[in-house]
C-alpha cells in the first residue's frame, strides 16, 4: 500500500491542474519537482516514501539550482534563458515556507547565541547546531552563516 505525503499529492494536484490549463512553466516545474522528490525516494539502499519536511528539502534544493542557472545564464547575457529558470524558481518557491525576515533571523540567530553560550568566532558550530532545527527552509545556509559569523565577531 502506498503512503503519499499530503506535500506530494499537492504537487501531483497542481501538475494535473497546470495541464490542463495548459500552463508550460508550471507543467514542466512540477514535472521536474516531482522526477526530483522520486529520484530522493529512490536514493540509497532502499526506496523510501519522503516525509513533507524531506520533500520540502528536495524543493529547495530545486529552487536554489533555478536561481544559480538563472544567474549563470544572465552573466552569460542569455537573458531568455536566465528569465525561464527565474519563472521556474517562483512556481517552486509557492510551496516552500515563507522565508524569515532580516530581523527575524537576526533575532533567531541572537537567541541560538544565548542558548548555546558560544562565544568567539570559532564557536559558530555550536550556534548552527541549535539554530538550524529552528530555521529549517526558512533561510538560506549562506545567509545564515553571514549573520552568525557577523554576530559571533561583534
Do not use: W
Not at 48 to 70: G, N, P, Q, W
Not at 109 to 123: L, M, R
Amino acid at each position: 500500500m502506498v503512503v503519499m505525503t499530503a506535500m506530494k499529492d499537492t504537487l501531483k494536484a497542481d501538475l494535473t491542474t497546470a495541464m490542463k490549463a495548459r500552463d508550460e512553466v508550471r507543467t514542466r516545474t512540477l514535472r521536474m519537482a516531482l522526477a526530483a522528490v522520486t529520484t530522493e525516494e529512490v536514493a540509497g539502499k532502499s526506496a523510501r516514501e519522503l516525509s513533507d519536511d524531506e520533500v520540502v528539502k528536495v524543493l529547495t534544493k530545486e529552487a536554489k539550482k533555478r536561481k544559480e542557472a538563472a544567474e549563470a545564464f544572465a552573466g552569460a547575457g542569455r537573458t531568455e534563458q536566465a528569465q525561464a529558470e527565474l519563472d521556474e524558481q517562483a512556481v517552486l518557491e509557492a510551496y516552500l515556507p515563507a522565508q524569515l525576515s532580516d530581523e527575524e533571523l537576526d533575532r533567531l540567530v541572537q537567541e541560538a547565541i544565548a542558548e548555546s553560550g558560544a562565544e568567539g568566532p570559532k564557536a559558530m558550530g555550536q550556534v548552527m547546531k541549535v539554530l538550524t532545527p529552528k530555521i529549517a527552509g526558512r533561510a538560506e545556509g549562506g545567509r545564515v552563516a553571514q549573520v552568525v559569523r557577523t554576530r559571533l565577531a561583534g
